[in-house]
């Protein structure tokens, strides 16, 4: 599993990574998903693959959350820590596994306003874009 | 189970009702609790076999796993839509979030064992850390008082 590069913020390296792989995971999912799911649901055969594609990048965060959560608590001041994103992807990994059904899980879909409200709770949209914000920074550096 | 018939597991009444005043919301977390244990125990015992045949490069059948992460995926869906249930279950007595917590890490093992074993390395749960899971007092609990 690849992970995203690194920012030149307060964290370890590791750590760094993991935060954002998964802020950058967390705004890929969320703007892809509503085209995935009407993809899928009106029959199209690759967005399912697309859409398993996107669940195993989640489930890999998401593990290595939970394998390596003592060096992230320890690597991640706490006001950026990637955990704050753990419950809204994995509202986004229910809806995307309900993708892969056959036939789809269409109970399990996230609405309109269900997807815009993942980002609502925890001030969760400010430390996505802070955190992308600064990986480009540090990329441009 | 298919996730259409997981569905009608927990929307369905308990019989016998919960102990005290009977109220929806209660109900519902009650419903996600039995059945998502139950659920837990059953989908971890495939896991138990898939795991090892994955690790060995064996063929998973993919259907086969992507059911059975559809099926723990209905439920902490539906357990989510109304987390407030969840989240205001006496700590202390519940930790209801345990449960979604052992849910989740099974998922994401689940949907791992759709990839490729090298790529993915050693990212899914160990059979041991998946029988720590079971440690959850929310969790042994319901498993022995059983359905109801």
Known sequence: ?141 | VSTSETYELIDAPLEPPPPGERDEPKDHFYRHVIHGVAILDAIAAEYRVLLPAWQSGSPVPRPVVLELAGTVAAVIQSALRRAEVFQSAPEAEFRPMQLIGALEQLLYSLVLLTDDPEAVGELPLAVEELDDLFEAAIIRDALADGPG
């Open chain 1, 1 to 141: 599993v690849t992970f995203r590069r690194k920012p030149k913020i307060e964290a370890n390296e590791w750590s760094a990574t993991m935060l954002v792989s998964t802020a950058f995971e967390l705004r890929d999912a969320i703007d892809e998903y509503p085209s995935l799911a009407n993809r899928v649901l009106a029959g199209d055969a690759d967005a399912g693959e697309r859409a398993l594609d996107r669940a195993q990048r989640i489930a890999a965060l998401g593990c290595a959350m939970v394998l390596r959560k003592d060096d992230i608590v320890a690597g991640t001041p706490e006001d950026i820590s990637p955990f704050r994103a753990a419950p809204a992807l994995l509202k986004l990994e229910c809806a995307l596994v309900g993708l892969t059904q056959y036939p789809p899980d269409e109970r399990a879909q996230l609405d309109a306003s269900e997807l815009a409200g993942l980002l609502d709770q925890d001030d969760l949209r400010s430390w996505m874009l802070n955190v992308i914000d600064a990986a480009d920074r540090a990329d441009g550096s």
